[in-house]
């Protein structure tokens, strides 16, 4: 994290300032874009393992000998 923020914090010294707001917005969406990824990769995972887990719900032992 701390190298991250020193290299917007070199990015912003070296340019006058509207490459570094074309870089934020950039990062903006991207992060945007990775959270809104990661709830839908979530809302599957949730629905597979629900489903697993009926599956082995539905799993009839037979009746020891």
Do not use: H, N
């Amino acid at each position: 994290m701390v190298g991250f923020l020193r290299t917007f914090g070199r990015i912003r010294r070296d340019t006058r300032g509207g490459v570094f707001v074309e870089y934020l917005l950039l990062c903006t969406i991207v992060g945007i874009g990775v959270i809104v990824g990661l709830a839908t990769v979530k809302e599957a995972l949730i629905l597979e393992l629900t489903d697993l887990a009926m599956a082995i719900g539905q799993i009839v032992c037979p009746p020891s000998p």
